[in-house]
């Protein structure tokens, strides 16, 4: 175990980063951890407060109950230094906390796992790092980033489940919901069994799609993933193309994937017996062959290339 600090600030709302955390304790005997979507959201204090909040908004387009809900982080590591600092989402923090946390280590890194095009954001705090990690091709070519795609955080051995589904997917209600749809009636045609779930905070019917009202947890989706020959990614298209973490269960369970985003077939795991691109834009045809097929095993070396493990060796690197 090597004897160094370590600072693991994430975003994670689904525990994709649980893998990425518990692997620091292994290795390393210092880690502080904060996950920013478990912290309590802040509460105006009074009136005055909330009203000074949306003239700040106004002007500056930054939310201050983003700064007050941060602050606990940078009030528990004061006259603390590390030896790395590692964030995702890093977008969420205000400058002068940024410049707080920078100025604890030599190592300061960040991790980008939503486009520049979808979070501006991010492009006004690549200046504060060291190095600045990204899944997404355009931003490491245009704002000189490290790419780095998503990983498999699975990491443990899941029994053989029944299989109820020929194709599952679950995902928000957004301007993808089209293609979706689209899917499920290309399937209900073909006498495809499906399950696409769609969380809306609206109540909504569909002949097509089942609509949920609450959040699944990680846990429950993968109970679902167990249980389909094929999972389902519609990316979001037309705003980013890094690889989703759908596309790195499917690896781990050795599923196939049906998905929109073409930029797979660039990757050294693509394989069109397994992964089959559908064009949102365009009418669906998928082959019998695609679907009535076995999956075909990815060599071990190009598995563990994607394997979390390598993902936090290459960011310490």
């Known amino acids: 175990m090597k004897d160094k600090k370590i600072l693991f ?10 893998s990425i955390h518990n692997q620091l304790n ?13 912290l309590k959201k802040y509460k105006y204090k009074h009136i005055f407060e909330k009203a000074y ?5 106004l002007f500056t387009k930054n939310k201050l109950k983003n700064y007050y809900k941060l602050q606990p982080i940078i009030e528990a590591t004061a006259g603390k230094t590390y030896d ?9 923090f205000f400058d002068s906390q940024l410049s707080i946390l920078k ?3 030599k190592n300061f890194i960040a991790y980008y796992h939503d486009s520049i095009n979808n979070i501006t954001r991010k492009k006004e705090v690549i200046s504060f790092f060291d190095k600045v990690y990204s899944y997404e091709k355009k931003d490491v070519k ?8 998503n990983f498999i955080y699975l990491n443990q051995d899941y029994k053989k489940t029944a299989l109820t589904y020929d194709a599952f997917t679950i995902m928000s209600k957004d301007f993808r919901f089209n293609t979706l749809e689209k899917l499920a009636a290309y399937f209900k045609k073909k006498q495809v069994k499906y399950e696409f779930l769609v969380q809306s905070d609206k109540k909504i019917e569909s002949e097509l799609i089942h609509f949920i009202q609450e959040r699944k947890n990680n846990k429950q989706v993968l109970e679902y993933l167990l249980k389909t020959n094929i999972i389902v990614d519609i990316h979001k298209y037309g705003v980013q193309d890094g690889l989703t973490f759908r596309v790195f269960e499917s690896l781990f369970l ?4 049906i998905t929109t985003n073409a930029d797979i077939k660039t990757y050294d795991f693509y394989n069109p017996n397994n992964i089959h691109v559908i064009t949102p834009d365009t009418e669906i045809d998928i082959p019998e062959t695609f679907l009535n097929t076995p999956y075909q095993p990815i060599p071990s070396e190009i598995y563990q290339k994607y394997h979390y493990t390598n993902w936090l060796k290459t960011i310490l690197s």
């Open 9 to 18: 600030i994430t975003y994670d709302l689904s525990g994709y980063y649980d």
């Open 26 to 38: 292994a290795q390393y005997k210092h880690v502080d951890y904060y996950n920013i979507a478990s």
């Open 53 to 57: 909040a949306a003239i700040y908004k």
């Open 84 to 92: 790395y600092i590692l964030i995702v989402r890093p977008d969420l």
């Open 103 to 105: 100025s604890k280590t």
């Open 142 to 149: 245009d704002y000189n980033l490290i790419f780095l795609p």
């Open 254 to 257: 050795e599923k196939k994937l």
